[in-house]
């Protein structure tokens, strides 16, 4: 299943349009499914072979007027009406529990009214956001991954144990990394005492760790560019001659700075410039939540990338795929 070295599967984000096309397609329920926007994505990835089966739930009035909008074909049958916000959430938890889908799309709901209901079927003991991209500047435009740009905001030590665990997991499942090279960020990679993340990040590295291999604290440039580590010296933190430099995933020491680095790559990816694409780890489907501000591109390949991990991770199918 693995690469048997550091070698992503793929050289751009955009090719897990590709990939998750070759896979079995998946059933996807846009919860809250009352946006001509949402359905022209979906009917997107069914055009490329990602979907095949897709499950509306919200206001029947609203559907109707969004698949008319759209054009867009769903059987009636795949047509699950509520009147509010809640009761939509309530459907989604039920077909979620009857195994009837395989990605959850966020749509026309309030996001904390969906979490709310969801959290009890989370499956791992934190859920965060893993974001894959690629862009020029960052380890010669091949794909790294992100984390966590938009979940968890209280950043302990046993929460950030679990984002890399989540982070860790995507690399394998979707990029085909047997054990990645985690960088743990932070300002400066010496450890300062009114720097916090410095010593999160030490205390991460010295951790064992069976599916990656972990250094921190390592500053931005060290983590992804060989260059920077050939100008200011290997850092001396554990595990720096095998990440710093080639990192295939960023761990950003919490929130405010996982997001604003995203934001910066979002705002390339609409000059052409990067190409990202996120799920939401730690619940029993996977989950998207996408920004109405995100471009088309971004929103299709994330539903390309959560389609892969929905596939690769059912027991019957993992072998072929």
Known sequence: MFNTGNVNEFENVIDLIDIAGRLTASTVAVVGGDRAEDLSLVESARDHGIVDRIILIGRKVRIRRALDKSGVEVAESDIITADNDDQVAAETVELIKAGAVDVVLKGNISTP?????????????TVSLVTIFDAAPVRGGTPVILTDAGVTTACTFERMEHIIENAVDAAQVIMKIARPRVAVLSANEKQIPSLNSTAMGLKLAQRKWKDAVVCGPLSFDLAIDPASVAIKGMPDCPNAKKVAG??????????????????????MNKYGQASLASITMGFAVPYIILSRADTVETRLVSVAMCSIYAQRTRPKKKANQ
């Open 113 to 125: 009214v969906l979490n709310r209901v969801l959290l009890p079927l989370a499956v791992r003991p």
């Open 246 to 267: 080639q990192a295939d995933i960023l761990v950003c020491p919490g929130l405010d700075s996982a997001n604003i680095l995203y934001k910066a790559i979002s705002a």
